[in-house]
């Protein structure tokens, strides 16, 4: 491609392969001064042009920033920009990492970004480049909003390089950055640059998707599914149908029962037949930790072996280069003996539970070829440079973290993308293992559609908006909320609904006309119906809000130790309460069930009040999170012979008793029209009216509801927070220095954080029970039941107990300014962190958290280690409590040693 002398002419020109027409496209425009927005698939080299606006501003003599969303992808643009303009231009800020921080070119977290936008730092001086890797990211319900954050924020003369995923509405994206950043480019390409062929593998076969005559990518209705592959199930089908039967046994004649025993393919031998046609290295994603742990022992125990000699002389170097500063007394507790084993074959598991320093080892040895077969969970598709010739997908369905859900399109395209290695593969391919359930055509449908749009989760938090008033002021914080990609969508879907609101309008005129006119007799007639059946509908839900009263009052009332009956619900049955909840609002008390279950319960187990059963006597002291205790309090409640008692048939209220509900009814039977012989034929043109007028009026108030919807919640976190005194009471408040604490807390529970440190909940304690405190706001269990048997001494009790009774309030506040709640304290963590900090081996801190080879892995206990370290560092710059701030730091040095040093390098 033709290009005048320009940068971009010497930016190509150092390069070893040729610019793609997308390339160039977005390399002008940014050389022009525009701000870009590329949207590519993974592999296409949309880094290309990111690359080129740290050359731009290197030509300048200004500064570029990079950002990516996690540490793994800074610290590879880190070293491929080392590579190309040497050390001492590029830096490296990822919270954890600070490496020559002045440098021209500094790579970075997004979040490093926007805590250095709310400081006004001085590294933003001289800033001409942004780019933003996988900016798709905004769509992330838990780290999203920092993407918008830092684009609303930056300085208008920075161009923004913003780099995603292919997406359905990039132009609607593109169209509020040109909103809010000014001349923005939008330059989509949806071509793959290595093609990918579709298969499914049938027992040991393996099958084309689509018809050598369909096209996939032109959208679905083109798409023909092979009909050789079609055949082949069909017949596989009626074979699994017939070795599903099996003969009861003696006894009655034709009597069969269902075995459901399909049995895969074994992982070897699938490995087996992809290296014998040609199709490794290969990743195989499988939608758990275990399962990929347990493919990967699968293949150990067979004789499946895909590497030379040589290679394993490689191998066992560079995994003497990653894992050489592990101590040694930890390596068996990391199952190093069979991890190794399996990368001397070629084998290996990749998953966020890995130690970071075993999933950087099996990252390094994937791209050189050396390990050939991975089985990973999702998490490797989100950025991480690890392409294959071939990606496995051994089923259609995951766990998205509520329920087992098939998978969409848009996550289908994610987890396929990486098979293709540009400059390696001239194609690549993803293979669907068949099994019972899965159709050729439902696939087919994965693969062909091409609508994965774009979604805000941006939300104002307390931190932001400290920190927005703290920087311009209540006034124009909401104005610039109002200018967020979260309420530009919500705008859009406003006119929608508009529109919506004005057909209704014209149809209503239609029907009023049908009805006689809004003066005729027969509409006053209809309108009486109406009134009836309103009035119906409010004695019903009034009923049901006395109800709930009834319930929210029994539940104030109850004291330790009675013992009451859950009516509905998977822990229905007698429970016991543990802590009373006298909440005006929303009370939840603890209570413990029969089958050991301990839990909060709300007005919403009760359909009606809550009944008092007996009485129950407790000791003195609970721990609810200890499983003997819960083990022994349930068999006393057992033993006490309470049961649930059947459940009454509910009165309800009867609307007859309703004295307006009487002068309707007979308003209505005296009417004229009461008695006119085509009644019914226009009650019926009358009830449609009616349900159309409250259709409208509710499209009224959602649009309403919907405009200025990020100010509304804003103007609630700052009512709020003047109630806290984190800001002044004053209609335009100003941040007091209780706030200013506030506005460097960058956490979940940042409100929860700055209100322990004000309190003094978490003084006088040591290193390590601080840091055990601190993991409570910070740690998130992965499942239901992971307890903590015995908090370790009686200081981090009781501050565990102060930060449990902050939550309490707060969230009382919360409920009472209609703002979603802070996440409730989880001691998951506690006892693991604090046996760490002790100066425990890693051994005797997973063994001591209980949670050994169950809940908590290697990977898992150094990436909540790091966590506790960021907020144990913010802790440290923002107490005013130097005690707790020298605390924080040794807190600091105590966990950061070991793995978890090793892994922070």
């Known amino acids: 491609m033709v290009m005048n002398k320009s940068e971009l002419s010497t930016f190509a020109s150092s390069l070893k392969f040729e610019l793609d027409p997308f390339q160039v496209k977005a390399c002008v425009a940014l050389e022009a001064g525009h701000g870009v927005l590329v949207c590519a698939p993974t592999g296409a080299g949309k880094t290309v042009v990111g690359e080129f606006a740290v050359h731009l501003a290197l030509a300048a003599g200004r500064k570029c920033f990079y950002t990516t969303p996690i540490k793994a992808l800074s610290n590879q643009k880190y070293a491929e920009l080392v590579e190309r303009y040497g050390p001492s231009e590029v830096g490296l800020l990822t919270g954890d990492s600070s490496i020559n921080s002045d440098a021209p070119v500094v790579v970075m977290t997004t979040e490093v970004l926007r805590n250095m936008l709310y400081a006004n730092s001085e590294a933003l001086r001289g800033l001409s480049h942004v780019v933003m890797d996988e900016v798709h990211y905004l769509a992330d319900r838990f780290r999203g909003a920092v993407w918008e954050e830092v684009i609303l924020h930056l300085s208008e003369d920075v161009r923004l390089v913003s780099l995603s995923a292919t997406v359905s509405n990039a132009e609607e994206f593109g169209s509020w950055m040109e909103t809010v950043r000014g001349d923005t480019t939008v330059v989509v390409d949806e071509t793959r640059p290595i093609p990918l062929w579709q298969h499914i593998m049938v027992g040991r076969r393996i099958f084309d998707l689509f018809d050598s005559r369909s096209h996939p990518a032109a959208g679905p209705k083109t798409v023909l599914v092979d009909q050789d592959l079609v055949r ?12 599903s039967w099996q003969p009861r046994g003696r006894g009655r004649r034709g009597s069969y029962q269902s075995s459901n025993d399909f049995r895969p393919l074994p992982r070897p031998d699938v490995i087996a037949q992809l290296d014998q046609s040609g199709l490794l290295p290969a990743i195989t994603f ?86 050939r077969a991975v089985f990973a969970t999702e998490t490797l598709a989100l950025g991480i440079n690890m392409p294959a010739r071939t990606v496995v997908l051994e089923r259609l369905v995951k766990y998205n973290g509520e329920s087992h859900a098939e998978l969409t399109p848009g996550e289908y395209t994610q987890l396929t993308g990486r098979a293709g290695r540009r400059g390696i593969d001239v194609e690549g391919h993803a293979v669907v293992l068949w099994q019972p359930g899965v159709e050729p055509t439902d696939v087919a449908g994965l693969a062909s559609t091409r609508t994965f749009p774009l979604r805000s989760s941006f939300r104002p938090s307390y931190n932001m908006s400290i920190n927005l008033v703290e920087r311009m002021g209540a006034a124009d914080s909401r104005k610039l909320l109002e200018r967020s990609f979260a309420q530009f969508q919500a705008d859009r879907s406003v006119v929608g609904l508009v529109r919506g609101i004005e057909r209704n309008e014209e149809a209503l005129k239609g029907l009023q006309e049908k009805l006689g006119g809004a003066d005729g007799e027969y509409f006053e007639y209809a309108s009486l119906r109406e009134r009836l059946s309103a009035r119906e509908r409010a004695l019903e839900r009034k009923g049901r809000e006395d109800r709930r009263g009834d319930a929210v009052e029994s539940l104030r009332a109850l004291a330790r130790g009675d013992v009451i009956a859950i009516p509905i619900g998977r822990h229905s049955g007698v429970a016991v309460v543990l802590v009373p909840d006298n909440d005006p609002k929303d009370p939840r008390p603890l209570v413990l069930t029969a089958d050991q279950w301990a839990g909060r319960l709300s007005s919403g187990d009760f359909p009606e009040a809550a009944d008092v059963l007996g009485k129950m006597r407790l000791p003195k002291h609970v721990d609810h999170h200890t499983a003997r205790i ?258 924080a730091a040794r807190a600091v040095a105590a966990i950061r040693r070991g793995v978890v040093a090793v892994d922070a390098a």
């Open 630 to 887: 819960r083990r022994d309090l349930a068999s006393a409640l057992r033993s006490t012979g309470i049961s649930a008692p059947r459940r009454k048939k509910r009165h309800k209220a009867g609307a007859s008793e309703d004295a307006e509900v009487a002068t309707l009814r007979r308003a209505i039977r005296s009417h004229p029209c009461h008695s006119w012989p085509d009644r019914e034929h226009l009650s019926r043109i009358g009830e449609r009216y009616n349900r159309l007028a409250r259709e409208t009026q509710s499209m009224r108030e959602k649009a309403a509801a919907t405009t200025n919807s990020l100010a509304r919640t804003f103007d609630r976190i700052i009512a709020l927070l003047k109630e806290r005194e984190y800001m002044t009471a004053e209609a335009a408040p100003e941040v007091t220095e209780s706030g200013r604490r506030l506005s460097r807390i960058y956490s979940e529970s940042d409100l929860l954080v700055a209100e322990c440190l004000r309190t003094g909940a978490w003084t006088g304690l040591s290193p390590a029970e601080l840091a055990a405190v601190v993991s409570s706001v910070v740690y998130e269990s992965r499942r239901d039941g992971d307890t903590v048997d015995r908090v370790p001494t009686a200081a981090l009790r009781h501050a565990l107990n102060d930060t449990q009774r902050l939550w309490s309030e707060l969230r009382s506040d919360e409920i009472r300014h209609k703002l979603p709640p802070t996440r409730e304290p989880d001691l998951g963590f506690v006892t693991a962190v604090y046996h760490w900090a002790s100066e425990n081996s890693l051994v005797d801190a997973l063994i001591a958290a209980g949670v050994q080879g169950r809940a908590l892995s290697a990977g898992d206990f150094v990436r909540w280690c790091r966590q506790v370290i960021d907020l144990l560092d913010q802790v440290r710059l923002t107490s005013t409590d130097a005690d707790v701030a020298k605390t």
């Open 286 to 371: 499988i939608f758990s930790r275990a399962g990929c742990d347990a493919a990967l022992a699968q293949c150990l125990r067979s004789r499946l072996d895909l590497t030379s000699p040589e290679q394993v002389r490689e191998i066992d170097t560079i995994i003497e280069k990653h894992t050489g500063e592990l101590p040694e007394e930890d390596l068996e507790v990391l199952g190093y003996r069979d991890w190794c084993k399996a990368l001397r074959r070629g084998l290996a598991s990749h998953h966020a539970g890995m130690l970071p320093a075993f999933r950087q080892t099996v990252e390094e040895l994937f791209v050189k070829g050396l390990v």
């Open 232 to 243: 082949h199930v069909k017949q596989r089908q009626a074979l699994e149908r017939v070795e």
